[in-house]
């Protein structure tokens, strides 16, 4: 079962550079999630899409763009790397169910502006 | 707006100690409750969770009970090991709307031999 996949690892970028973070599932979710990561912080939410087609914004959408064109990819876009955007990201995943249903996350990308 | 307050880490203990991570919630509605665990250099990954009011969630020897009452979903183990090193994230997550999960700050956990 690969559940989440996230490329790249890791990457460095300058200022001013462009770049996609990748995420796949192959668990037929619905609901997919990117959330970012600093440092001694919680995960804050990025963009959510709940469907093929459907994307909308989280808590810190400033920089990023998404895109959700089939069930299983929902790549993460950021245009004009600025150092605020040092961080770690992670892509995440869900069924279309209740609340509680689990949440599956990637192994995350380590992200460096410089 | 939902919003999740965990105790401040590191949190260093020694082998075979009990272990408390405190988490309190604000919510609208009736939110289900997780703890997830990142170990070093990995994604998150599901601990336990607990759905409704006086649920008690469970794993590993890990357990958290859901107070409505207190808003609280404290995180205990009996006695951790060194193998429990790690990030502990509480979150909470609500049946309307986009449905994503509201994460806490993370207690950072160490257990020494």
């Known amino acids: 079962n690969a559940g989440v996949t996230q490329t790249p690892k890791f990457r460095i970028l300058k200022i001013g550079q462009s770049m996609t973070l990748q995420c796949t599932q192959d668990?037929?979710?619905?609901?997919m999630y990117w959330y970012r990561q600093d440092p001694g912080m919680g995960l804050k939410l990025i963009y959510y899409s709940v469907g093929a087609g459907i994307t909308d914004k989280g808590e810190v959408p400033n920089g990023y763009n998404v895109s959700r064109s089939t069930t299983e990819d929902f790549p993460l876009r950021l245009e004009l790397a600025a150092p605020s955007q040092t961080s770690v990201y992670f892509c995440?995943?869900?069924?279309?169910?209740?609340?509680?249903?689990?949440?599956?996350f990637g192994q995350g990308t380590r992200l460096t502006v410089v | 707006g939902n919003s999740v307050t965990q105790m401040e880490g590191p949190v260093t203990l020694s082998e075979e100690a009990f272990l408390t991570i405190n988490c309190t919630y604000t919510a609208t509605g009736y939110p289900s409750l997780f703890w997830y665990v990142q170990y070093p250099g990995e994604g998150l990954q599901l601990l336990l969770k607990?759905?409704?009011?006086?649920d008690k969630g469970s794993n590993k020897g890990f357990e958290a009970t859901y107070r409505k009452e207190t808003t609280s979903f404290h995180l205990e183990k009996g006695s951790v090991q060194v193998s429990d090193s790690a990030v502990y994230f509480c979150?909470?997550?609500?049946?309307?709307?986009?449905?994503?999960?509201?994460f806490g700050s993370g207690t950072r956990l160490q257990v020494q031999p």
């Open positions: 979150a909470l997550r609500t049946d309307t709307g986009r449905r994503a999960l509201t």
């Open positions: 995440a995943s869900s069924s279309k169910g209740q609340g509680n249903t689990e949440a599956f």
């Open positions: 607990a759905t409704k009011a006086d």
């Open positions: 668990m037929n979710h619905n609901y």
